[in-house]
């Protein structure tokens, strides 16, 4: 299994940005994916997740902000950043999950690299 996100950079408060993490290695289709965020001293964050029926749930502080998606053909998951705050600013990891309800655990079995997200 392997998961790989992209898309991260530096934006200025209130910009947008689109990470992606495309998975390989497993049947894509079968399984939830998550979108997880930690900042510099604080706790590993849930932000999003989805099943393969496009049920979603979003941490309520990315509500009406961040949109997850997913593209079963390409096995590639996405996560749609706008109105981005200073607080948003984390590495930001894509994993699979057994559940699209961000509070199931274990948060996920397989995990990316990482992307970082920088707001200032």
């Known amino acids: 299994v392997q998961l790989v996100e992209s898309g991260g950079g530096l934006v200025q408060p209130g910009g947008s940005l689109r990470l992606s993490c495309a998975a390989s290695?497993?049947?894509?289709?079968?399984?939830?994916m998550g979108w997880f965020r930690q900042a510099p001293g604080k706790e590993r964050e849930g932000v999003a997740a989805?099943?393969?029926?496009?049920?979603?749930s979003y941490a309520d502080s990315v509500k009406g902000r961040f949109t997850i998606s997913r593209d079963n053909a390409k096995n590639t998951l996405y996560l749609q950043l706008n109105s981005l705050k200073t607080e948003d600013t984390a590495m930001y990891y894509c994993?699979?999950?057994?559940?699209?309800?961000?509070?199931?655990?274990?948060?996920?079995?397989?995990w990316g690299q990482g992307t970082q997200v920088t707001v200032s």
């Open positions: 994993a699979r999950r057994i559940d699209y309800v961000l509070t199931t655990t274990p948060a996920g079995d397989y």
């Open positions: 290695g497993y049947t894509y289709l079968t399984y939830c």
């Open positions: 989805i099943d393969s029926d496009g049920r979603i």
